[in-house]
C-alpha cells in the first residue's frame, strides 16, 4: 500500500488515493495514511456474525469514497462472490506466486517444496475464485540454492512493489482492458 501511495504522489498520477480502509485497527497502513492526510476506516471482521454481514459493511464503507479503483494490500480475507461482483473490473490484488501456480497461503514454502526454479508475483483482478483473476502483471525472481521462505519472499517483495505500483498507474491512466479472462495492456504503458 505505502509503495502505491509512494509512486501515487512522487510520479504525479492523475489520481487520488481517496482512503485507506482495514479490517485491522492496528494495520500499519493505517497510521501510515492518516499522517499524509488520506482518509482511514476500520470494519473489523471480528465484530460480524458472518462473512457475508462483514462484506456487507466492508462495501458500504468503500462505496462512501466512491473509488475507481479497489487495491487489496495485505488485504488477507475470501470475499463473498456478490462482493466481488459489485467491484467486477476495478478490483485488483497482489500474490506473491506466479499465478497459476501456488494460489493460497504459504506459497513461498509451496514453490521451495516443489523445487521450482522460478517464483515471483502477480497483480491480477479479483474473481470469485480465490486467485485466479485475469492476469495483469507478473515479475519473477530466481530460486536460488539454500534459499529460505524468508531470503525468498525478501527477493519478491522487492518485485511486489515495482509491479503493483506499475500496474494500478496503468489502470488509472486507462491502459489497462479486460476482454473476459484477458488484460490488455496498450503498447505505450511504461
Given at each position: 500500500m505505502q509503495a502505491i501511495v509512494q509512486a501515487a504522489r512522487n510520479e504525479q498520477w492523475p489520481a487520488e488515493i481517496v482512503a485507506v480502509i482495514s479490517n485491522k485497527a492496528d494495520a500499519s497502513g493505517l497510521d501510515y495514511a492518516a499522517g499524509l492526510g488520506i482518509a482511514t476506516a476500520v470494519v473489523a471482521n471480528k465484530d460480524f456474525s458472518s462473512r457475508e454481514a462483514f462484506d456487507q459493511a466492508l462495501q458500504q464503507q468503500i462505496d462512501q469514497f466512491a473509488?475507481?479503483?479497489?487495491?487489496?494490500?495485505?488485504?488477507?480475507r475470501i470475499l463473498t462472490t456478490s462482493f466481488v461482483a459489485h467491484y467486477a473490473g476495478r478490483m485488483v490484488n497482489i500474490h506473491p506466486s506466479l499465478l497459476p501456480s501456488f494460489t493460497g497461503l504459504a506459497t513461498h514454502r509451496q514453490a521451495l517444496t516443489a523445487g521450482v526454479k522460478i517464483h515471483g508475483t502477480t497483480v491480477h483482478f479479483v474473481t470469485p475464485e480465490l486467485d485466479h483473476g485475469p492476469i495483469i502483471a507478473q515479475a519473477a525472481v530466481p530460486v536460488l540454492?539454500?534459499?529460505?521462505e524468508e531470503s525468498l519472499a525478501e527477493r519478491v517483495l522487492v518485485e511486489e512493489?515495482?509491479?503493483?505500483?506499475?500496474?494500478?498507474?496503468w489502470f488509472v491512466e486507462g491502459k489497462?482492458?479486460?476482454d473476459g479472462d484477458l488484460v490488455h495492456i496498450a503498447k505505450d504503458a511504461a
Open positions: 473509488p475507481d479503483l479497489v487495491v487489496l494490500a495485505g488485504f488477507m540454492p539454500g534459499d529460505s512493489h515495482v509491479i503493483y505500483p506499475r500496474a494500478v498507474r489497462l482492458t479486460l
